[in-house]
């Protein structure tokens, strides 16, 4: 609670205690009327200056002028009728209690948000040039110094490590709750908590540009984008306070007059009045425009909690919207790095062609050969490894422990006259000859996601009719891939820029629901743009896809598309909760009001109450449903499946 | 240019009224208030002075709502 909230807190309950207590004083007449003038004015005394400016700059439709006449009204019918003063001070009183509970509810949110980020580092252990360490903050510091992060502490600034190693807590960057390794010469990044080693990091970047501050600006810059939902609702606000006012004036003077003239009778012009100025207690639009951005806020909040960086409102309601999701194979629902898949030999034992060929490739630095020997893994064993040539276009050829060992395609076997086979596996064939006779092959591809194939059903639970996936690689292995991963639709063999033709073609096609693009934001960022939502997975330290992306997924795990999916479809539930409900009520009671069933009580219920709930509702968009996270743990236990 | 100012304000339904008051301010081209992050972004049109342009945004949003301040 900040100093004006406490003091406003005060004043209510002073205010209130005071309207209570006079009910029970033994007073009457004018004496009565002063005592309550002193709990109104308590309560009301800024509302009334504010009312005195909005007449200066003649605002007609300030709310707080319109407060004021509506109560002052109260009071003078009150005065008239020597009836009941105790409904213009509980009007006032509540009007202040909800604009207290407004500023205490989104004050508590902005900062719950930062909470739940908890990224912010607050110092900096500076390493001087005397090698005293010092506290500062971490704005002062500048690239190329040297930091100190002890276990416990969040890296304030990204840099690389130049002495010592540790794990490293990214859970609340990314929401994965893995831990990191981070030894010398790694690149670390702001935000993350050092969890046991002690850490010495050179700075490559100053406090403002590094990952968390990036981060931080980001969340709170999304609400900046506004949605289709909150320029709804601030168009709706702006006609909604004139059309009561007038409603109002004409519920004043026209049933009254109606009376009178046209049908002889008593014109009852307080009870008229007084409808008239129920009105007004409602025409303040505050309870409907609050709890639209704050919504968002929350639901952008807790999307970031969950790595999941969402740029603007409107790509949350946007991403609600998608029917279609389309993918980039490599890096998106791949691994993007090949690993051994299948070994068929003749005569040899499995292992033992693995080893020849690992040998062969000792020296190389394609992938396939880093493959072949993380594949082995003791590669650097005694065996002697000679006269290794590589063969342009071919393969690789070395004397391993006295015998020619070949490794490489198919023309390199017709070459040495190598009798090989065609294999049902799909994939890259590395052939594997000895002593110019064929041994066997080794099968490597890329390797699926661990979550992919749970991502897929979890979109498929969560709204998306349409999986699409685009994919450079040959028809066979994509077919394979998206078989196997149950995807409606594949592209392959496209160029880059072929995948943002598909892409048109695809928006063309729809008539209802939005499309988005999930991609590794580094090769894909014209399609990434191009798409109604473009998403980057893997993006932790790339600036590249964050830039491009409009919705950025810290980590590479596919199952945090169907996260940011359910938190984007909560978030404009609880939206569109919000707007009926404080429309509903609203026009209600104007209803009510108009034909003398609801009185100044309800009315001011009715505005308080509706904004209370509304803001509650809202805040629920900050938590993310809980199932997704069981899924993603059951799914941790199933095996990885690999395919080409 | 584009810039953004640190702003403070109460109710949401009066940031929207700072909006619309600092979009009409002379020499703004457009401009959008972040309820939530209680920011102002603000950008200028050619060959106006930032600094009396955003004098008269403050002066132009006080009016609307008393209770608001831009930090200049």
């Known amino acids: 609670m900040n100093q004006k909230q406490k003091k406003n807190l005060v004043r209510i309950v002073v205010a209130a205690v005071l309207m209570i207590a006079l009910a029970y004083a033994p007073l009457a007449g004018l004496p009565r009327f002063m005592a ?82 908890d990224i912010r580092p607050d110092y900096a252990n500076l390493q001087q040039a005397d090698g005293v360490i010092e506290r500062v903050d971490p704005y002062e510091v500048e690239i ?93 606000a702006r006609v909604y306070t004139p059309i009561v006012v007038y409603a109002a004036l004409a519920l004043a003077f026209l049933p009254p007059l109606v009376r009178w003239f046209g049908m002889g009778m008593a014109p009852e012009w307080g009870t008229w009045i007084y409808r008239a100025l129920t009105f007004l207690v409602i025409s303040c639009p505050c309870a409907l425009v609050v709890s639209i951005p704050l919504s968002f806020f929350a639901g952008i909040g807790g999307a970031s909690r969950q790595g999941v960086l969402v740029k603007g409102s409107n790509y949350l309601e946007t991403l609600s919207e998608v029917d279609t999701v389309v993918f980039d194979k490599t890096g998106t629902l791949t691994k993007g790095v090949f690993q051994v898949n299948a070994i068929h030999t003749d005569k040899l034992d499995q292992n033992e062609l693995l080893h020849l060929a690992a040998h062969v490739e000792r020296y190389s630095t394609h992938p396939i050969a880093e493959s072949l020997r993380n594949a082995f893994g003791n590669e650097a064993d005694g065996c002697q490894v000679e006269k290794v040539e590589e063969i342009a276009g071919h393969g690789i050829r070395a004397l391993v422990n006295g015998r020619i060992v070949c490794v490489g395609n198919a023309k390199m076997m017709d070459a040495i006259g190598a009798k090989w086979h065609e294999c049902d596996e799909v994939g890259t064939m590395v052939h594997v000859a000895v002593d110019g006779e064929y041994a066997g092959h080794i099968i490597i591809a890329d390797v699926v996601k661990d979550h992919a194939h749970e991502a897929i059903r979890a979109l498929k639970r969560n709204g998306i009719k349409k999986t699409v996936m685009l994919t450079g ?38 008539k209802t629901g939005k499309l988005a693009f999930v991609g590794d934001g580094i090769n894909d960022a014209p399609v990434l743009s191009r798409a109604d939502v473009g998403i980057a997975m893997g993006a932790l ?98 095996p990885d499946a690999t395919v080409a | 240019m584009k810039k953004v100012y640190k702003i403070d304000v109460d109710c949401a339904a009066c940031a929207n009224l700072m909006e619309e008051a600092a979009k009409n301010t002379p020499g703004v081209k457009d401009a959008t208030v972040n309820f939530m992050g209680l920011k102002m972004k603000v950008e200028f049109e050619e060959g106006h002075d930032v600094k009396t342009v955003m004098e008269n945004v403050r002066n132009n949003c006080k009016r609307v709502e008393d209770d608001c301040e831009v930090y200049l």
């Open chain 1, 473 to 510: 690689d040959s028809r066979r292995t994509a077919d394979k891939v998206a078989a196997d991963l149950q995807l409606d639709t594949v592209y392959s063999q496209l160029l880059p820029q072929d995948k943002v033709a598909k892409v048109e073609e695809l928006l063309q096609q729809k």
């Open chain 1, 144 to 236: 190329g110094s040297v930091i100190v992060v002890k276990p416990g502490e969040k890296i304030p600034l990204d840099g690389v490590v130049v002495e010592g190693t540790s794990s490293l807590n990214t859970v609340a960057l990314t929401g994965e709750s893995l831990p990191r390794e981070a030894r010398e010469g790694d690149e670390v990044i702001s935000g993350c908590v050092n969890i046991n080693g002690l850490l010495k990091i050179k700075t490559t970047k100053e406090f403002d540009e590094s990952t968390a501050s990036k981060i931080l600006e980001m969340v709170e810059d999304a609400s900046s984008r506004k949605s289709r939902s909150e320029d709804f609702i601030s168009k709706f």
């Open chain 1, 36 to 117: 309550y003038l002193v709990p109104y004015f308590i309560i009301g005394y800024d509302i009334l200056y504010k009312a005195g400016k909005g007449i200066r700059n003649r605002r007609a439709f300030d709310e707080s002028l319109l407060m004021a006449i509506a109560t002052i009204g109260a009071i003078a019918l009150a005065v008239y009728e020597d009836g009941d003063y105790t409904e213009a001070i509980a009007v006032m009183l509540f009007y202040q209690v909800g604009e207290w509970f407004q500023s205490y509810a989104v004050n508590r949110s902005r900062r719950d948000i930062s909470d739940l980020m």
């Open chain 1, 541 to 638: 330290g790339s600036d590249a896809a964050i830039e491009a992306a409009d919705i950025v997924l810290m980590d590479d795990d596919p199952l945090k598309i169907s996260v940011a999916k359910r938190i984007a479809r909560k978030t404009l539930r609880i939206v569109k909760q919000n707007i009926w409900f404080s429309v509903g009520v609203k026009v209600l009671v104007l209803i009510l009001g108009a034909l003398g069933f609801a009185n100044m009580w309800a009315a001011i219920f009715a505005d308080v109450g509706v904004m209370v709930l509304a803001v509650l509702n809202a805040v629920r968009a900050m938590f993310v449903p809980k199932s997704v996270w069981q899924v993603k743990e059951n799914s941790r236990n199933l």
